[in-house]
């Protein structure tokens, strides 16, 4: 009996423990459900800052993925608003997709509420590049008017539904920035508000310039026809990105997350920009934001000289250059910088535009700290 037990239990033994096939082990599956939190502090009193990407596209026009995965591309890449603009003439898709030009904003309404993106409704009017060049209307109320046979006049009808207009990827398919007679008769009659500094990898620098002397609200856009992890649409030439991804954005400094207080703050050029760890904007509105992201302190005083801890607090990385030296200031670092009493130190931010060929320059004095 004792030796049958015995068997049973060897048995039951090899049984659970050389049951399964050692050659196949089936691993559990996670769902990724997790939003990458970008912290970015607000560089105006009384704002909050929000991340938003203002030019996207879906199979409603020349994209590949559905406006309801756009949305959940924009809240796991910690954005707080998105519009989806698909092209108006150029919808390759249709034999295909039913729908119109509104379809892509009604198909992604429910989603958005869903996980508290901000939605905002647009489309691109995209004409001849560069001669007339594609533009998007924010705001609108019905993409289908805007299906008329002269560009200006499409444009004229997405101003009088109440559309933001911004002028996208200036140098696009082409060698340089240029502005054609089309584009300064709509500057003329006031019918450019905005204008992007930055497309999916590209950066204009002299779109920056043309912002600053023509009093143009900045955008930075993804621009994105396919997931936005691919990164391979049809206006960049493609590459992997790792996981958590830090895609472009633009930096809004609204009051509240109303469509009305985001508009206003549009109108009034509240916007830096962000992409692949640089930031472009308004020199003052840059000021304000690096004072806000980095804390100063004195930590050492002597005789001779002071030392000064600097700690980026938020998220965007600055990269500094002062006294022939070259420091990164990573998100959640702090480093020393020594200086002699009697002296205040100047730190040029090389990751940071204010103009086609500057860069922010920010000056540590004892005086005012």
């Not at 691109?124 to 008017?145: C, M, S, V, W």
């Not at 006031?190 to 204008?195: A, R, S, V």
């Not at 990385?317 to 480093?335: E, N, Q």
Request: with cysteine; aromatic share 12%.
């Amino acid at each position: 009996m004792k030796y049958f037990l015995s068997c049973l239990l060897c048995l039951s033994f090899c049984t659970t423990t050389f049951g399964q096939n050692l050659n196949k082990i089936i691993y559990p599956n996670y769902a990724e459900s997790t939003r990458n939190e970008i912290r970015i502090p607000s560089a105006i009193k009384g704002t909050i800052a929000l991340k938003a990407d203002l030019h996207t596209h879906t199979f409603f026009s020349d994209g590949s993925v559905s406006p309801e995965m756009r949305v959940n591309e924009a809240w796991k890449t910690g954005l707080d608003i998105l519009a989806i603009t698909d092209h108006i003439e150029y919808r390759p898709n249709s034999p295909f997709i039913q729908g119109d030009c509104n379809s892509s904003y009604e198909r992604a309404k429910k989603e958005a509420e869903n996980k508290g993106i901000i939605l905002i409704k647009g489309s691109e009017i995209t004409r001849q590049q560069p001669q007339y060049g594609h533009f998007n209307a924010l705001f609108i109320k019905d993409a289908n008017k805007l299906k008329l046979d002269d560009p200006k006049e499409a444009i004229k009808e997405a101003v009088n539904q109440g559309g933001f207009i911004i002028w996208n990827h200036p140098a696009w398919a082409v060698d340089t920035c240029r502005m054609y007679e089309f584009q300064k008769d709509l500057l003329r009659d006031k019918l450019i508000h905005g204008i992007e500094v930055f497309n999916n990898t590209e950066f204009y620098p002299l779109a920056l310039k043309w912002a600053n002397e023509r009093g143009l609200t900045i955008f930075s856009g993804s621009d994105v026809h396919t997931s936005i992890y691919a990164n391979d649409g049809v206006h960049g030439s493609g590459s992997a990105v790792s996981i958590p991804y830090i895609r472009p954005f633009t930096i809004i400094f609204s009051k509240d997350k109303t469509l009305e207080s985001i508009k206003s703050a549009l109108y009034n050029r509240q916007t830096i920009t962000y992409f692949s760890n640089h930031l472009a904007g308004d020199a003052s509105l840059l000021t304000k934001y690096f004072w806000a992201s980095v804390s100063v302190e004195k930590v050492l005083t002597d005789n001779k000289h002071i030392t000064y801890r600097l700690q980026n607090l938020y998220d965007i990385p600055f990269f500094m250059y002062y006294d022939k030296k070259r420091v990164a200031l990573l998100p959640g670092t702090s480093i020393d910088i020594q200086v002699n009493n009697s002296e205040e130190i100047n730190i040029r931010l090389e990751n940071v535009f204010i103009n086609e060929t500057e860069v922010l320059n920010i000056t540590l004095r004892s005086s005012s700290l």
